[in-house]
């Protein structure tokens, strides 16, 4: 091996990753080197052998491998396990006699020794290489293979830890804690009683296993499972009395949790067993038993830490393989004092199995040859006893009925013992360790147990020591240690920190008394001093320090979990479970002294186990024969700590055969080596034994004469090691793995880690011996006070958080150490943002508990409690002072935790300057380094303001001190030498200015005022021509100016509460002034703000408070007001008011509802548009002025708006209805079109009804009064003078539908009788030329149209910058409509979803103006009319709001009762005024537009023609024409008329009903004859008769013969376009229709005579009548009536008049024809 020695050395690698073999302690011992080509990242050993992982991820062998096939190998040198070549192995592991790895996917290879089947390879019993394993997942489908993260291997089993955190094992024997008795098991199974838990790390030992099981979670501790043991049937919680409250304990554990799947058929069906399960330190309850036996009275029998109710074969096992006679209570046996023997009832018929059952299953269960003989005698050993008196008067119990059976043939019988143990099983225990030596002499004298040395598991090793047995030792310890479980454990931590696994009940009293009773008599004088005088303590406030959930926010995932819990199985008999006791385990159970305890990593030896705690303690258990567990406790059934001197911290840990090695930090960074166990004698070396004991000279043999440690001993070899980073065990040999240290790299990474143990324990330390205890004292909250005691336990929650923070931060150095050693995965780097975070939270409250006084404070608590010498506050807080003042060493103790960041910068620096400059590690580590070394600074000018600020209160007059001292407040700066002083101030007034960091306060002689920072704007008064120095000061509610007694001042004080502003606006609040904002800056805060204010003394705003933006002073912008009163305002302000868009709610207390308000606001007002909902559910929606409703609104009653019971919609004045407006009063069925003045009916209306009554007149005070007309359905009319609504009243003509009349005097009510005087006519009897004379003419006592809906067109107007119609300028309108839209789209683009994309695009194109200059064409013309139609189309355009609005009022004037036949005249009056009045305000923006009827210069070439406009004809009849008329309705009717279409042709439905009935019977009648038949009748000539016509439906010919029976084919073309008529709007639209079809009949008549041809009137019109009569357009009369009214009348006597005559003389024929 020389050769490879020297060119390692000179290679690189050999700096890294060494490997030193060694065995045994001696000092003159020298290790030695293993060399490989590459570096060692990790090793595991077993017996005789060993596995390593170099880098690059190959596997090396070395020592003994019998399993190979080579002869040649030595034993020294590594083999290459070629088998793996290909795979990158991450992790290995060795046990006994085989190894295994896993490769970077997860797989699993294994090899070495199967005949256990611990390769999991069925069929081999050697597996000479490295061979896959598969652990497949039978759960999934299809089966899927688990990917595993590592191995731990034991001498006949081996686990693996899977990718989900879940543990699978294989092999043979109860430590794989498989629900099974058939070993082997070949195949990988999942350990199913880790379901739902996260294991983290696994371990074997020998016979035994090991696991780190990350805790549950508060919520999974939370769910309750089922409540019996599905194996041993027993309750899996039990209740214990604890003073005032029940416990109740979930800690039940099966001890064996087998199934019996096939000794169950020899089994009588058991008896019905009610019993409770005893925990550690808690009485059992009793319970009755029923057997099927005459019954017993239970026994009260002492129990140990696990006991069952009931004898089952999993108890006999133990029994009998244990070689004892169990001692728990499920045993038949019981104890007494002196010389007393226990008994057993042996009862035949005993539902339990015979002695064959117990061995068969024993034969079964172990594989070992003296089975069958154990089992033999414990069976045939048992004596049974008979019934006899109790001694020290425990008990007495007769037992009647119970058959003796003798010898072999005895049956195990089962003997319910239920017991209560107020004190737990300290008590318990102490009492059997006394009893426990007469009983093993009565039942197994000391021949019966063979000495064992190193048999197999099941075996129990008995030593004897001096005077004892070392099983009553095992006893004895339990019974001092069973529930602290190590001298540092305190009961109350204990119980503060298991809070969470328990629930109270009300005290069972009557189970507490009886447990009392049971042991008060014998057991008092057995209890430690210690715990007696824990018990006379006064009970103290449990505070729980370490939070439930994970310590910092986000860290579960980055941060390694501390709170673990160390789970074990398999074989105890040598305490290696850690249970308390010596039995076996066959499933998972978490060992509850070591919860809590923070343990990082198990390792386990082959019969010891170790488990290294986050505070570098170590916990060992199990054999120590030779010292191996590093104290003097042989055997220890329970963890305990390994005895290390102060201050070594182990941080990895390695456990042979009969050894354990350490390696832990000592004085300098290197770390370094102890070993602790059997010392091993090499032939060649000779070491000086130690002087031993008979009994451990014997522990000791096996050839090896050598000693062993009484406790870890250091390795003085290890300094010369280099840096060691991980520490190996296995048979007798240890390995250590170690680096140069290249550049200083990993010294700095030791040192960093060793620095953050350091730490960590030195927190723990202060948490545990001065946090707590404080916390937990009476006197605390009397000497602190509520608000202090607050801030401490924050303070101590924060210290808290910090202290696991480091834990779980020095957990994941440690980790890099001993695996990468890299600054890849520092999580000081990747996460320093909750290091910073944590450090800062920790400093803020240290500092608040500083400036409230809370350590003055706690002076006297803590010299009460540390007394007048507090050696250990002063050695904690590291003070080297004299004698120094309580206060300051707390201080100085509770800042320490800041000291370590100057720690962190400096060793981040370290490792920087490892690197090149350039590399991004170094960057890396050198931003780490300044973010710390920036927090440093930050936390030093912290406590500088928090001490600053403690000693102004100090001085502080007390009165003021108690209002104005808060925790977070920092002074600084106050003017107690009189540097500024009040303007204009008395003469002998006080004024004295304190500046926090969140408010300045002005303090006179007994009162003082706070003006909060975020509402304070200074700025300094020019001081050239005054000579004073004056800062003017402006709150929301006061202004004054302060005087500085010097320049300097003046600009210091200015300085001050600038830069105190800004930070309380930029929030960093108490946060430090910001590191880089030196003296000489001027940090001016922003004059506009978002601030927080109440106003006190403003008369409308007082008390209110207002969350928003301010300028100057006044709140300006988006903003919240809340009044006291419950009213809210929200939306936007100016200079202090509301103004602009904004939401307002007022609570209406009587209804206890809200009115709400929402629109537009002017100088703290509503104004403008807004919609108001009341409280009664009453809606108001239009204009507002000065708060009131004034201009057009809708104002709706009722609660739902679709079943109103009224809607008015009108003009208002001063929030009352003045003006014309539509009332709809929906419950009476009447609606009212007129004139209102104070909410009253006064002037010219009309009013209509669901039944059709018809009144138009005047009205005076809300009533029909005065001269009106009123029309009844079938034209009764009376015309003539009201009173009352519908009651007539005076003179007046009344008028029958066929013409009679009455005229005279008429009084009463219409419909129900009238009183006439009067005379009656019957005007037709003789002169029938006068047809009907007497009809009266509606619409004379009605509202003009021009004088309707005024304040709708005065509301645009005045949006476009005019006081009234057309008196403004064109240029400011123009201005507002920009405005208008621009603000509405910024509006709406706060809530996007109201706009689709072609509606924006159509506001974009709308802000651009139509300029225009020079000629007005047609082109022109074309521009505004488009430039019109989009302006209409949205609402958010002045044009767009008026149609929308004009089309609301139109409906809802003409909608339901309002669809009347009697209005179509006003209908049409009102269109025809709208398109007046909106062409005015066109022709007032487009001023160049022609008047109406003006002519618009044409181009003669122009052929082109618009279907909007009317007067263009078509081309094939062109004359030269003057130009193109300009008229509103070809302009506007395209936009008005579609929306307001629906109602209007209703009217004239309903108007033309009669005539439009009679059209429509002819039109049915005449077309049931054929085309030819009615050509004829119609008097069509015989030359415009289609022969044939072209052919829709025959495939081949492309005419068609018309036939005498074809019907609805000739001119079918025309038919077809004459239908369009119904399907549009405009006049103009239908007049092109009717053009177009007498286009398409000259067309087809022109196909038929081949020859050019003019119409005459008579060929034309019958044809057109065909043409009509086959269209069947139902509503022609409505048709024809509209166009007529609506048409433009600069068409009248054109072409397109003259066919538009035709038309409505086609409609009068056919209505008028009569056929015979």
Known sequence: MEPQRKSSAEDSSGERGLLHSWKGYSYSLTPEKLLLSRPVLHAALGTRHGVLLVEGGQVYSFGELPWKKIQAHEPSKPLLESALSGQRVVAVAAGSFHSGAVTEDGGVHMWGENSMGQCGLAGLSMVPNPTPVALLDSEASPPQTVPVLELACGERHTLALSAQHEVWAWGSGCQLGLITTTFPVWKPQKVEHFAGRRVLQVACGATHSLALVCCPGPQEAQRLPQDKCGQCNQLLFTMTDKEDHV????????????????????????????GLRTSPSEPVLSSHTSTISPPAPPAAVPTTEKSTDTTSVNSHHQAATNRMLPTSASEPSTQSGDGGVGFVAGVRGSPYPNEQAVKDYLKRLSDHTQAEQMAKAAAGGLHTLTSQPSVDGLTSVPFSNATPVGGRNSTLNSLVASCASAVGERVASTYEALSLKKMMNFYLPSAAVPAASGGPAGLLRSIPGPGESSRERVYLEDSMQGKKSSSTGDIRQEEAEGLRRRLSLPGLLSQGRYAVHLLSSSYTLLLSPRLLRKIGRPRMRAVALTPLGGGVPGDQEVLPSLQTEVWSWGHGELGQLGHGDDLARLQPQCIKSLSNKEVVRVVAGAHHSLALTAQSQLFSWGSNTSGQLGHMESPSTIPRLAKLSEGIRVWDVGAGEK?????????????????????????????????????????????????????????????????????????QRCVALSDRNVMGFIASLHELASAERRFYCKLSSIKTQIIRPLLELESLSSALGPVSVGLLQMLAGRFSLLCRLTGQH??????????????????????????????????????????????????????????????????????????????????????????????????LLKLATCFEVSSSDYQRLHDGCSKFEALVLQLKRKRKEAEYTHHFWKSFPGKMTDSLRKPQRRLVCESSNKALTLQNAGRFS???????????????????????????????????????????????????????????????????????????????????????????????????????????????????????????????????????????????????????????????????????????????????????????????????????????????????????????????????????????????????????????????????????????????????????????????????????????????????SNGDYLDGSFSGEWGSGLKVTGSYFKPNLYDADKDKSRSVKLGRLCVSAEDKWQAVFEECWSQLGCEAPDRGENWRAWENIAVALTTSRRHIQDSPELLSRSHSRTLESLEVIPQHTGFFGMERYNTIHSYLIKACDTPLHPLGRLVETLVAVYRMTYVGVGANRRLLPQAVNEIKSYLCRVFQIVRFL??????????????????????????????????????????????????????????????????????????????????????????????????????????????????????????????????????????????????????????????????????????SMDDLFPVFLYVVLRARIRNLGSEVSLIEDLMDPCVQHGEHGIMFTTLKACYYQIQHEKIT
């Open 810 to 907: 020095s957990a994941s150095l440690t980790a890099n150490l001993r695996r990468g050693r890299d600054v890849k995965g520092l999580l000081i780097l990747d996460h320093a943002h909750i290091f910073l975070d944590s450090h800062l939270e920790y400093c803020s409250s240290v500092s608040n508990f500083q400036v409230m006084g809370g350590f003055q404070a706690l002076t006297k608590p803590s010299v009460d409690f540390f007394g007048k010498s507090p050696e250990l506050l002063q050695r904690l807080a590291e003070c080297s002072e004299e004698n120094p003042p309580m206060a300051d060493l707390l201080v100085a103790l509770f800042y320490l935790p800041t000291r370590h960041l100057h720690e962190y910068g400096r060793l």
């Open 990 to 1296: 006080v004024n004295w200015f304190i500046l926090f960091n969140d408010a300045l306060v002005h303090a006179q002689f007994s009162t003082h005022h706070v003006f909060p920072l975020a509402t304070l704007w200074v700025e300094p008064i020019p001081d050239e021509n005054t000579g004073l120095y004056g800062l003017k000061v402006i709150s929301p509610e006061e202004t004054f100016t302060l005087l500085a007694t010097s320049p300097m001042e003046k600009a210091k004080w200015l300085r001050s509460i600038n830069q105190a502003v800004d930070q309380s606006l930029s929030g960093v609040g108490q946060e430090a002034m910001s590191i880089n904002m030196g003296v000489g800056q001027k940090a001016e805060p922003p004059m506009s703000r978002t601030a927080s204010y109440t106003f006190y003394k403003d008369s409308r705003l007082k008390e209110v408070t207002y969350e928003g933006r301010w300028l100057a002073g006044k709140p300006n912008g988006r903003g919240v007001l809340k009044w006291p009163d419950g009213r809210i305002y929200t939306g936007a302000f100016k200079n202090g008011l509301e103004d602009g868009f904004g939401e307002y709610i007022i609570p209406n207390k009587t209804l206890n509802k809200n009115d709400h308000y929402q629109g537009y606001w002017k100088e703290g007002k509503m104004h403008g548009l807004g919609t108001y909902r009341y409280a009664s559910g009453e809606v108001y929606e239009g204009s507002f002025q000065d708060g009131l409703r004034h201009g057009h609104g809708m104002f709706r009653t009722g609660k739902l708006n679709s079943s109103s019971p009224s809607v008015f919609i009108g003009q208002w004045q001063h929030d009352k209805k003045t003006g014309y407006g539509v009332f709809d009063d929906i419950t009476k069925g009447e609606k009212y079109m007129g004139m209102w003045l104070d909410h009253m009916r006064q002037g010219t209306g009309v009013v209509v009804t669901q039944f059709g009554l018809y009144y138009e007149g005047a009205f005076k005070d809300n009533k029909m009064m005065g001269t009106g007309v009123l029309v009844s359905e079938d034209d009764t009319t009376y015309e003539g003078e009201f009173s009352e609504d519908w009651t007539l009243n005076g003179k007046g003509v009344l008028t029958m």
């Open 247 to 274: 416990i109740i304990s979930d800690s039940h554990y099966c001890p064996m949790g087998v199934e019996l799947t096939e000794v169950e058929g020899m089994l009588e069906p058991p008896a019905s067993i009610q």
């Open 1486 to 1655: 487009f001023p160049d537009m022609p008047e109406e009827g003006g002519l618009i210069p044409e181009p003669s070439t122009s052929n082109q023609s618009d279907e909007t406009e009317p007067g263009s004809t078509d081309t094939t009849q062109e004359s030269p024409k003057p130009g193109h008329v300009v008229s509103s309705s070809a302009l506007l009717l395209p936009v008005l008329l579609p929306r307001l279409y629906p109602p209007l042709f209703t009217l004239y439905a309903l108007d033309k009903e009669k005539e439009d009935d009679e059209y429509w019977e002819c039109v049915l009648r005449l077309n049931k004859q054929a085309d030819l038949a009615l050509l004829a009748f119609l008097g069509v000539q015989q030359k415009f008769w289609p022969v044939s016509v072209p052919a829709s439906l025959s495939a081949l010919g492309d005419k068609q013969q018309v036939l005498s029976s074809t019907k609805d084919v000739c001119f079918a073309s025309a038919v077809e376009t004459l239908q369009q008529i119904s399907t549009t709007f405009t006049p103009s639209d239908k007049l092109q229709v009717i053009q177009l079809t007498f286009e398409e009949i000259t067309q087809e008549v022109l196909s038929l005579l081949k020859q050019d041809f003019l119409w």
């Open 659 to 731: 050894h354990t090695v350490l390696l832990a930090d000592g004085d300098c960074i290197q770390p370094i080596l102890y070993y602790s166990g059997q010392q091993v004698r090499e032939e060649v070396q000779g070491s000086q034994p130690k002087e031993m004991t008979q009994g451990e000279e014997e522990e000791a043999g096996e050839g090896h004469g050598g000693g062993f440690t009484l406790q870890p001993v250091l390795l003085p070899f290890c300094m010369n090691l280099g840096y060691v980073s991980s520490v190996f065990a296995g048979g």
